[in-house]
C-alpha cells in the first residue's frame, strides 16, 4: 500500500512537526528558564549559574537551531507530498 | 576631536547613508510603498526585519532594564526572541502563501466580513501606536543628551527627524535603508561591549565574559552579586518576581512578537513560502547577535556604575564618591533631568544603595540618611555604558548613532503599518474603493503625520520605560490580532462572528486592564488602583496581561463559532488553499 500523500496527511505531518518544535521551545524557556530556574542555578555551567543561562542565553540559542530545524524538515516534507514550489 | 563635534560627525553621516539609499530607492507605486517587492534575499530580509524588530526598546531600554533588574528581567530577552519560533511555525508560510499586502487584508478575507477587517485595524492601531510611544521615549532620551537639551526639546527634534524620515520612502526605501540601520546598531553595539569585556575579564566576546572571571580570579556574575546584597540590593542572578508574572510577561512578549504588524508585513515580502520560513531564522540569527551580548552589557555596566559610585569599602566614610569630583558624564545626564542626585546626609559624597530590611540598619550606623541617587532612570545606561567604562569618544558616538538607527527603523517600519492599515484597509478597502493611487499615497502619508503627533503627545509623559511602553504594546496585539490570524489558519470552524468577537473581547479587556492601573490613555491621576502587586489581579502586572488577554480572546472565538453557524465552503477551500505552498504568486494581487 502507498504512503497516504493527500494535503490532509501533508498537514498532520506538518502539525506534528509543530509540536515537537514547541514542546522543546516551551521546555528550554519556561522550564528551564522559569518554573526550574532555583533548582537549575545550583548546577554551573563555568560563571554561569546553569537556570540563568537558559534564560538569558540558552533559550535563545536553541531557538534560533529550532527554525532551521523546522524549514529544513519542512523543505523535505514540502517534496515528499509534492506541494514543493516550483 | 572634542564629544559633542564627534557625535554631530557620526550621526551626521549615517544619516546622510540612511537619507541617500531612501532616496535612491524611492517609492514608485502603491505596491513599492506598502511591501518591498519580491526581490529581496532571506537573509536581507532578516536583516531588515532585525532592524525593524529592534527598536529603541531592544537597543536603549533592555539592557538597562536588566542592569537594574538581573534575572527578572530574562522576560524580555527569551519574550522578544521566542516569538520568532511562533512566527516561523504558526504564521509566517501561510501569510505569505496567502499573499496579500496588509494584516487586516487577511483577516477581512479569512473571516469575509468587512467587519472584522475594520476591527483588526483598530488593534492593529492600538497596538502600534503604543510602540510607536515607546521609541519616542528612546528617541527623546538619545536626543536630549547628545544635544545637551532637556528631555522635551530632544523629543520634538526626533519627531520632526521620525515625519520627515518615515514620509519620504515608502517600504521599498525603508528596507534598504534598514539593512544599513542594522549594520550600524549591531555594530554600535557589539563594539563598547567587546571592550568592556575585555576590560573586565580579559575575554573579547561578551557572551563568554559574562560567564568568565575577572582579575581577582572571582566569577563576574558572583562579584556582582556580591557588591550589589553588600549594598541592599537583590542579588542579580536570582529571582525575585513572581513566577506568574515572569511567566505571563514572557508568554506576552513572545505571542505579542507574533502578532505585530509591522513584522509580519516582512515576510509578505519574501518571493516564497520556504523563504518565508528560512527568512525567520535569519531574522532571529541576526537579532540573537544583539540578545545574547546585551545581557553582558546589563550586568558590566551595572558593576562599572557601583565601582563608579562605590569607590572603597562600604561604610568607610571616605568610599563614597565626591560629588564635587563626579565624572563628566554624571554632569551631562543631570542636565537632561534623566538622573538627579540629592544629598540627604549634607556630606557632599554619593550613597547609592538598596533598601533591603538587612541593610537598613548597618545604612542608618552609617550616617546614611536614604538613597542619594534619587533618580536613576533606566533607559540612560546604555547611552552612558561606554563613558562609564571610559572608553574613547568615537565609540560613545557610536552607541549615539546606533541608538538612533534602532529607533528611527522601528518608528518607520509602524508608522507604515499604521499609514497602510488606514489608507489600504479602511479608506480604500471600505469607505472609498474608487480612490486614485495617488490620493491612496496621500492619505497614508496624513496618516503618518497624525501617528507622529500622537506618539510625540504620549512620548512626553511615558507611562513607563521605553521598553515597559513597548510591552505594553505587544500585550495589546497578543491579545488581538495573534489569535485571530492563528485561528483563522489552522481551524475551519471559527467563523465571523467569533473572530470578532474575539478580538473586541481580548483587545478591551487588556486594554481597561492596563488603563485601569495606568491611567485611562495614560493620563496621570485618572488610574483606577495603585499600580503594584497587591492591587494587581492574582498578582498579573499589567505588562504580563496580554497573555491573558490572548486566552480570554481564544475562548471567546471558540464558544462564539460554536454558536453560529460554520463558514461558507469558499472560505473552507481558502483555508485549504493557505495551508500548502505550492501555487504562492507574487505578493500583492488585489
Known amino acids: 500500500m502507498s504512503q497516504d500523500r493527500s494535503p490532509q496527511a501533508y498537514w498532520k505531518a506538518n502539525l506534528g512537526l509543530v509540536w515537537i518544535c514547541l514542546a522543546v521551545w516551551f521546555l528550554v524557556s519556561y522550564v528551564f528558564g522559569v518554573f526550574l530556574v532555583e533548582p537549575l542555578n545550583a548546577i554551573r555551567l563555568g560563571g554561569y549559574k546553569l537556570g540563568f543561562w537558559f534564560a538569558q542565553q540558552g533559550s535563545i540559542y536553541v531557538f534560533v537551531v529550532l527554525i532551521f530545524f523546522y524549514a529544513s524538515r519542512m523543505n523535505r516534507l514540502d517534496r515528499e507530498f509534492d506541494v514543493h514550489e516550483d | ?590
Open chain 2, 1 to 590: 576631536m572634542d564629544l559633542q563635534a564627534m557625535t554631530y560627525l557620526v550621526v551626521g553621516l549615517t544619516f546622510l547613508l540612511y537619507f541617500g539609499i531612501a532616496i535612491w530607492a524611492r517609492a514608485g507605486s502603491t505596491g513599492d510603498f506598502y511591501v518591498a517587492g519580491k526581490g529581496v534575499h532571506p537573509i536581507l530580509n532578516g536583516m531588515a526585519t532585525g532592524a525593524d524588530w529592534m527598536s529603541a526598546a531592544s537597543f536603549i531600554s533592555m539592557a538597562g532594564l536588566i542592569a537594574f533588574k538581573g534575572y527578572d528581567a530574562s522576560v524580555y530577552l527569551m519574550g522578544w526572541t521566542g516569538g520568532y519560533v511562533l512566527l516561523a511555525m504558526l504564521l509566517a508560510p501561510y501569510l505569505r502563501k496567502y499573499g496579500k499586502f496588509t494584516v487586516p487584508e487577511f483577516i477581512g478575507d479569512r473571516y469575509y466580513s468587512k467587519t472584522a477587517r475594520i476591527v483588526a485595524v483598530i488593534c492593529l492601531i492600538v497596538a502600534s501606536l503604543t510602540y510607536v510611544i515607546g521609541q519616542m521615549k528612546g528617541i527623546g532620551v538619545t536626543f536630549s543628551r547628545f544635544l545637551e537639551f532637556p528631555y522635551e526639546r530632544g523629543l520634538f527634534v526626533g519627531m520632526g527627524i521620525v515625519f520627515f524620515y518615515a514620509v519620504l520612502g515608502g517600504m521599498k526605501g525603508i528596507t534598504y535603508t534598514q539593512i544599513a540601520q542594522y549594520c550600524v546598531l549591531i555594530f554600535a553595539y557589539t563594539v563598547p561591549a567587546v571592550f568592556i569585556s575585555l576590560k573586565l575579564t580579559g575575554n573579547p566576546i561578551p557572551q563568554l565574559g559574562l560567564g568568565g572571571t575577572m582579575a581577582d580570579g572571582t566569577y563576574l556574575l558572583d562579584k556582582l552579586d556580591t557588591v550589589l546584597v553588600d549594598l541592599g540590593f537583590n542579588a542579580y542572578t536570582n529571582k525575585n518576581d513572581s513566577t506568574i508574572n515572569v511567566f505571563l510577561l514572557t508568554m506576552s512578549l513572545m505571542i505579542g512578537t507574533a502578532g505585530l504588524p509591522h513584522v509580519i508585513t516582512r515576510f509578505f515580502t519574501v518571493p516564497k513560502v520556504k523563504d518565508a520560513r528560512i527568512s525567520t531564522g535569519w531574522a532571529l540569527v541576526c537579532i540573537a547577535l544583539l540578545y545574547t551580548v546585551a545581557p553582558a552589557v546589563g550586568a558590566m555596566a551595572r558593576l562599572n556604575l557601583m565601582h563608579t559610585v562605590q569607590t572603597g569599602e562600604v561604610g568607610a566614610p571616605s568610599g563614597n564618591l565626591e560629588y564635587a569630583s563626579r565624572p563628566d558624564w554624571f554632569q551631562k545626564w543631570e542636565g537632561t533631568g534623566l538622573l538627579a542626585y540629592e544629598d540627604k546626609n549634607g556630606d557632599g559624597r554619593i550613597q547609592y544603595y538598596g533598601g533591603s530590611k538587612a541593610f537598613e540598619a548597618q545604612a542608618a550606623s552609617f550616617g546614611w540618611k536614604g538613597n542619594e541617587m534619587t533618580k536613576v532612570d533606566r533607559d540612560i545606561m546604555v547611552l552612558a555604558n561606554p563613558e562609564i567604562a571610559g572608553l574613547p569618544n568615537w565609540v560613545v558616538a557610536l552607541v549615539a548613532a546606533g541608538g538612533i538607527a534602532a529607533a528611527l527603523s522601528t518608528a518607520a517600519g509602524l508608522l507604515l503599518a499604521i499609514a497602510s492599515a488606514v489608507s489600504h484597509d479602511l479608506i480604500k478597502g471600505i469607505f472609498m474603493p474608487q480612490i486614485s493611487e495617488k490620493s491612496e499615497l496621500m492619505a497614508s502619508r496624513v496618516a503618518m503625520a497624525g501617528a507622529i503627533l500622537l506618539a510625540g503627545y504620549f512620548g512626553l509623559h511615558p507611562p513607563g520605560f521605553a521598553a515597559q511602553v513597548v510591552a505594553l504594546a505587544f500585550g495589546l496585539a497578543a491579545s488581538s490580532l495573534f489569535p485571530a490570524i492563528m485561528m483563522g489558519i489552522f481551524s475551519k470552524r471559527i467563523n465571523r462572528q467569533g473572530a470578532v468577537a474575539g478580538m473586541l473581547a481580548g483587545l478591551v479587556v487588556t486594554l481597561v486592564y492596563i488603563f485601569w492601573f495606568k491611567g485611562w490613555l495614560f493620563i496621570p491621576g485618572t488610574e483606577m488602583a495603585p499600580n503594584d502587586a497587591a492591587h494587581w489581579f492574582l498578582g498579573i502586572s499589567p505588562e504580563a496581561f496580554g497573555a491573558v488577554g490572548a486566552l480570554i480572546n481564544f475562548v471567546v472565538a471558540y464558544l462564539v463559532s460554536m454558536m453560529t453557524p460554520p463558514p461558507p465552503e469558499r472560505i473552507q477551500h481558502l483555508i485549504e488553499d493557505i495551508r500548502v505552498p505550492r501555487g504562492a504568486g507574487a505578493a500583492g494581487g488585489h
